[in-house]
């Protein structure tokens, strides 16, 4: 069909543009075998790295045998924290204004923290001579629990911060401190809380969990001495900041060092951070001047890389009778391990723990965290959420549900009545943040009918009166869960990590035969940015999604972003697409013009072209606009059609959604089944609803491993439990459910494009859901709350401590 | 410990290589013979990221030397595809269906779900979930999987009947 | 099958193998009362997951495998389908100089009868077994177990004879032969000889298996026809050991119970067999109270350790409400 003739509904269907299931771009190659991810690299040359860990979660290091692993044929080196020091990088700065031994130096401060790395020719040489290397230690007692961590007579565990009465976020009151964060109305508060007519006062902990990503970390670093130039390839969810951390701490230039995020293996938060491995296979490769590997074993992963949550908070809620909430309170006690190794806007030690105010319209809040030191790997991250974006709604969403149990209201109608309304958006919260739309009773609403709100309600009842007459062992739990997330962190002026504003970036490139390159600062781990970010771009410029390649995660030709995590890549990078694909039509529209001989004023843009107002039939397509870039541009005009934006967002975006879980509890052997889970979302404009559904439905199953199951406990010796796929719960297929995906558009007024971004979401309602869904099947015999995991074992306790089985 | 000559037929090709006998498959199968779709994910046999069709078995290459292989039949995910390039209706499937993100667990995932519909070509979505208990993946929550299983068993069973 | 206690020497037992036995439920270790942690527990030991070196042999006769296994005595193991063995010698909790593959060996590979009994050879796959048709006529509980090992890709390679011999109190098989009162056949230096598999558990990872015997087949007498029959196993998800499991055998007639047995997976260092179980619902027609007696023989024997499924107290009520299950879906299978 002529380009004249074609409807502009074909036309649009061909760009495959916003809002199109787009079939994936990535899964030609990885369907193939052909994906290339850090452990498929082969260099000539190349050595490979291993660590040697500590067997104690406190101890001191006596002396450290490296000879007979010297010995060993074909190991080339073994690096401990005396190589380190003359270089001074036995210790490395974290993202959060800590420092963090990169091999320990004299102690060892959590079990499985890295002591020496061996350097080898092959993996199994290296394993080899770690076996071969004697480590002595004196064991020294342990901290496990935060809440001892700041008692008087308390081990001390940071020898390197002896007498540093500051630490980064202001003053340390004890030696195992790190931060006090405050933010809120602490004396209206005070002053609600004791007005009220009912306070609910509850214990709420997260335990900690660890994101497991199916690829652990590694990377491969190759330090050209020739040339003087270092290129690493790793799993980076940011790799710009990689590089200039990197350049910080070896003091090679930042134009020297080439940071390349292949294909990664699922990230989660776990790829955010510098890990010693890093560091160890950088030096190494200096040392040895061939490139060095090093890729962790899945134990090694889930001991000793970033962790996520344990948080141990104690919230207080004011209401009236009516259960119209007047004033919470909320205090967290932060265990972040050994070292303070969060990855966190720079103002934010707690990240945004302080949406703890959740969906709800809650008049005045005050909010405290104390961060402290245990004997237990460093961290944390934001594991599938935005910045401590999921203890705050596990939290709130918990609170909520106790509140309710008080007062005796369905937890349903107790949200109805406290949901912030439409027209109070623009919402400024009690605790500082400015919510930019929402539509809560709307989704509300959508989502209690739709799975019969009612009538689950009413089979409760039935079920319930079963149970007492004897006729069922089963207990059914309905839970419900209203989340706000606040995500795409963010405005400059209080978002940076290390002093780098988290704006974000893309460039563009238009060819003449009228394809396009696009590259980000941002870097996919599954989320199928190849695929939707030309989505977004095909609208915007009117080039077919198919002929626009999208590349991400190599510093050398990357525009410098701060990476993907906490759901940002759409609120930030998207934006800077769709502003950079504007700049790219303007100045189409001014070489149509030119092409056309009218004035710029007198074009209207119809899809993919540029056509004369009122005579339509005059037209020039983007295509043609191209090729005219490379050769008849307006005098004064340079030739080329390329645009780069570096987008700062204005604020943050606010996606939310309506959760509903169904579960029956079996109260004799604590097993919980999932019977149905509906959950809608609202992430404003949707870009693929084909990766959206994919997005929640892993979220959603990363949720039921964290509310069933999953935890990384440790024991009064510092031991981890719970470090191996044996007893780490990540469920099959069998153990997951089907879920139920629905949604509501409230697009963000801010966004170029009104998206909100949606990839954690899941996990932040989901848990929440969960967890009120197994405290409600037991509502109704007193329960108030019962911590995660709702694992088998627990949930039998539950039932035994209240009389339910003998 | 001297190394031994390993013999594989992989992918419809025979190949040879020397590896200790501590070896594990999937390191002879990444590093000697670079077929690198395989992964390894995690340290105790459980995750399945691994899985490769070995003397027509689902088989974790992680938990198998290559000493004990010596002599196997292997099929990897770089084998599904025909030789003039035609995708596997399973490979076809997955990406029809969004059933893979991050593309780590899916190489292994491809090769259970071929061997899983030798053996029972319509499986029922229990049978399926049932079926790939033994892979693990962190992205997708297996639903749009199961999905792309079911749908490739259909077209497979299609073309048989048609080719019949 | 080749008692592991050659290879991994109690006196010194890696610390990272109390992490493995703990997670598989196993309470025996040298200073630990059984059922209870040491106060002084696991440090980590373990370091990488690459395997030890070794020298690697195919033999093709049971007689070249015994041969084999007495020439290179303590620094030598047997190798089957691998899936207990190879995972910890990748932890290096063993780490034999010599790995005997029996899978040539022709004559440990067959399903069949012998008169009354079934014999099942040793490298039978537990796929195999699944997918036998005369096992799931004759014995069928074989294959409901079965089905509760692990997941498709280890069922295709570990083996029955595996599962029964290396003593691994996690391994669900010993429960059900123990129920079956199944007998095996190993052949050694000194010849062959069997053992009722009632009398094969000694220890946590300790069998009856003398120094460089191999099992070479199970003996099942048939149950009759119509006998009812269950595996019940509890477990965190597909793939896990048993928090708790039961098997059950019985046979009933004109709605009396004429013989029963049940037995314990993964609530002792051993699968246990709960002989006053099966003699509670001897005569009875399963009253309640008989089956409640039978489940409380069960939880009174049952030790478990304390691990990542659950405290002790938790794992022993387990145990009773399998067994109670177990009792109820054989009672309705039975003809």
């Given amino acids: 069909m002529s380009a004249a003739a074609e409807t502009a509904e074909a036309r649009t269907q061909k760009l495959e543009g916003l809002g199109t299931k787009r079939k994936r771009v990535e899964d030609a190659r990885f369907t193939q075998g052909k994906g290339h991810y850090v452990d498929d690299i082969k260099l000539p040359g190349m050595l490979f790295g291993d660590f040697v860990r500590s067997q104690y979660g406190h101890a001191r290091i006596k002396s450290i045998k490296k000879d007979a692993a010297l010995a060993l044929p074909g190991v080339v080196a073994v690096l401990t924290a005396a190589e380190l020091k003359p270089l001074k990088l036995h210790y490395m700065p974290t993202l959060a204004g800590d420092v963090q031994a990169v091999l320990a130096d004299e102690k060892v401060l959590f079990q499985g923290q890295e002591i020496a790395f061996v350097v080898a020719q092959d993996r199994y040489t290296a394993a080899d001579a770690v076996e071969l290397i004697e480590v002595e230690y004196e064991e020294l007692p342990a901290i496990n629990d935060p809440t001892k961590a700041m008692a008087p007579n308390a081990p001390v565990l940071r020898d390197d911060l002896a007498g540093k009465t500051e630490g980064a976020h202001g003053k340390r009151k004890h030696h195992n401190h790190i931060f006090t964060w405050e933010v809120g109305d602490a004396e209206a508060t005070t002053s609600a809380l004791a007005r009220a007519e009912v306070v609910a006062k509850e214990r709420i902990v997260y335990q900690r969990v660890h994101p497991c990503p199916l690829e652990t970390c590694g990377c491969v670093a190759s330090m050209d001495k020739i040339n003087g130039h270092l290129t690493v390839w790793g799993t980076f969810q940011a790799p710009h900041a990689v590089r200039t951390v990197a350049s910080l701490i070896s003091g090679i230039p930042e134009h020297k060092i080439r940071i390349i995020s292949p294909d990664i293996g699922g990230g989660f938060g776990n790829k955010v951070g510098v890990y010693p491995g890093y560091i160890c296979s950088i030096v190494a490769s200096i040392v040895t001047g061939v490139p060095v590997k090093w890729i962790e074993d899945r134990m090694e992963n889930l001991l000793a890389t970033a962790f996520a949550r344990d948080y141990h908070m104690t919230g207080e809620i004011a209401a009236t009778k009516e259960g119209r909430i007047t004033a919470l309170r909320c205090h967290v006690l932060a265990d972040h391990g050994a070292f303070d190794a969060c990855a966190d806007p720079t103002k934010y030690p707690a990240g945004f723990f302080s949406i703890c105010t959740g969906s709800y319209d809650i008049p005045v809040a005050h909010l405290t965290v104390d961060g402290v030191y245990t004997n237990k790997a460093p961290g944390g991250v934001a594991y599938r959420c935005s910045f401590r974006v999921t203890e705050a709604s596990y939290f709130i969403e918990r609170m909520i549900d106790v509140l309710a149990r008080k007062l005796q209201l369905d937890p349903a109608e107790i949200r109805r009545r406290n949901l912030i309304r439409k027209e109070q958006f623009p919402y400024h919260s009690a605790l500082g943040w400015e919510y930019d739309s929402g539509d809560y009773l709307t989704a509300l609403d959508k989502a209690l009918k739709t799975v019969d709100y009612a009538g689950l309600r009413d089979e409760q009842r039935r079920n319930r009166a079963a149970f007492a007459r004897g006729e069922t062992r089963q207990l059914m739990g309905i839970g419900v869960s209203f989340f706000t997330e606040i995500v795409g962190a963010g405005p400059i002026k209080n978002c940076d990590i290390l002093g780098l504003g988290m704006f974000d970036s893309c460039e563009i490139r238009v060819h003449p035969t009228g394809s396009a390159i696009a590259r980000l600062g941002t870097i996919s781990q599954g989320q199928g940015h190849a695929t939707t970010f030309a989505q977004i771009l095909a609208s915007e410029i009117g080039i077919p999604a198919a002929n626009i390649t999208v590349e991400e995660g190599d510093t050398d030709t990357a525009p410098y972003g701060l990476g993907t995590y906490g759901s940002r890549s759409t609120p930030v990078a998207g934006a800077a697409t769709a502003m950079a694909g504007r700049k790219i039509r303007a100045k189409a529209q001014m070489i149509a013009a030119y092409l056309l001989e009218v004035h710029d004023d007198d074009l209207e843009w119809d899809v993919d072209r540029f056509r004369v107002k009122g005579a339509p039939e005059r037209f020039k397509t983007m295509a043609e606009i191209a090729f005219a870039a490379y050769n008849k541009v307006p005098p004064g005009m340079e030739p080329g059609l390329e645009a780069v934006s570096y987008y700062d967002p204005p604020n943050m975006t606010y996606p939310f959604g309506a959760y509903v879980a169904v579960v029956d509890v079996e109260v004799d052997t604590g097993v919980t089944q999932i019977r149905r889970f509906y959950a809608l979302d609202d992430c404003g404009t949707r870009i693929n609803p084909m990766i959206i559904e994919g997005q929640v439905h892993g979220g959603l199953t990363e949720a039921l491993a964290i509310a069933m199951g999953q935890e990384i406990a440790y024991d009064e010796f510092g031991n981890a439990k719970n470090v191996s796929l044996l007893d780490f719960f990540l469920p099959t297929a069998v153990e997951t459910p089907v879920w139920e995906t629905d949604h509501t558009t409230t697009p963000s007024p801010h966004h170029p494009i009104g998206a909100k971004g949606v990839g954690e979401s899941p996990n932040v309602g989901g848990v929440s859901a969960f967890s009120n869904a197994v405290n409600d099947a037991f509502a109704h015999l007193g329960l108030v709350h019962t911590a995660m995991p709702h694992d088998h074992w627990r949930v039998w306790k539950t039932a035994k401590s209240l009389g339910l089985v003998s | ?164 | 099958m080749q008692s592991q206690r050659q290879a991994v020497d109690f006196g010194y037992l890696p610390r990272r193998g109390r992490i493995i036995l703990e997670a598989t439920g196993a309470s025996s270790r040298p200073d630990v009362n059984s059922g209870e942690h040491s106060a002084r527990d696991t440090p980590r030991e373990e370091q990488k997951v690459i395997p030890a070196p070794f020298d690697y042999h195919r033999p093709r006769t049971l007689d070249e495998a015994i041969a084999l296994l007495a020439a290179h005595d303590e620094a030598a193991r047997i190798v089957a389908g691998g899936h207990s063995l190879i995972p910890m010698m990748k932890l290096r909790l063993a780490a034999p100089e010599h790995l005997i593959d029996l899978q040539d060996v022709a004559e440990l590979r067959r399903i069949g009868g012998d008169g009354p009994a079934l014999v099942i050879g040793a490298m039978t796959s537990q796929q195999e077994v699944i997918a036998s048709a005369l096992l799931a006529a004759k014995c069928p509980i074989l294959r409901e177990t079965a089905l509760q090992i692990a997941d498709p890709q280890v069922r295709a390679l570990g083996t029955i004879g595996g599962n029964v011999a290396n003593g691994d109190p996690g391994n669900d098989m010993p429960a059900v032969m123990m129920a079956l009162d199944a007998h095996y056949r190993v052949k050694g230096p000194d010849g062959a000889r069997e053992v009722a598999a009632r009398d094969f558990y000694l220890g946590s990872f300790d069998t009856a298996l003398k120094p460089g015997e191999i099992l070479t087949a199970i003996v099942i007498p048939a149950p009759p026809e119509g006998h009812g029959y269950a595996y019940e196993k509890q477990k965190r998800k597909i793939g896990d050991y048993a928090t708790a499991a039961a098997a059950v055998i019985l046979t009933v007639a004109q709605g009396r119970c004429t013989a029963a047995s049940v037995a314990l997976t993964n609530v002792a260092p051993t699968p246990l067999f709960v002989a006053a179980s099966g003699q509670a619902l001897v005569g009875t027609r399963f009253e309640t109270s008989a089956v409640a007696e039978a489940v409380r023989h069960a939880t009174t024997l049952a030790h478990p350790a304390a691990d990542q499924r659950g405290p002790a107290e938790f794992r022993t009520h387990v145990a009773g409400v399998m067994v109670r299950r177990a009792i109820e879906r054989a009672k309705a299978r039975a003809a």
């Fill in chain 2, 1 to 164: 410990m001297t190394k031994m000559h390993i013999k594989l037929t992989v992918n419809g090709r025979a190949v040879e290589t020397l590896a200790e006998p501590r070896m594990l498959l999937i390191h002879v199968l990444r590093e000697e013979l670079s077929l690198t779709g395989p992964h390894i994910g995690c340290d105790t046999s459980h995750c399945g990221a691994c899985t490769v069709d070995l003397n027509g078995k689902s088989v974790k290459s992680c938990t198998v030397f290559a000493a004990q292989a010596n002599g196997a039949t292997i099929l990897t995910i770089e084998g599904m595809a025909a030789a003039d390039g035609t995708l596997h209706p399973l490979q076809e499937a997955f990406r029809e269906h969004h059933g893979l993100q991050c593309g780590f667990c899916t190489p292994g995932m491809i090769t259970r779900a071929y061997r899983l519909l030798q053996e029972n070509p319509n499986p029922s979505e229990a049978e399926i979930r049932a079926g790939i208990s033994g892979n693990l993946c962190r992205c997708t929550g297996y639903q749009n999987i199961v999905k792309a299983i079911r749908a490739a068993a259909e077209r497979m069973s299609t073309s048989k009947e048609a080719a019949e």
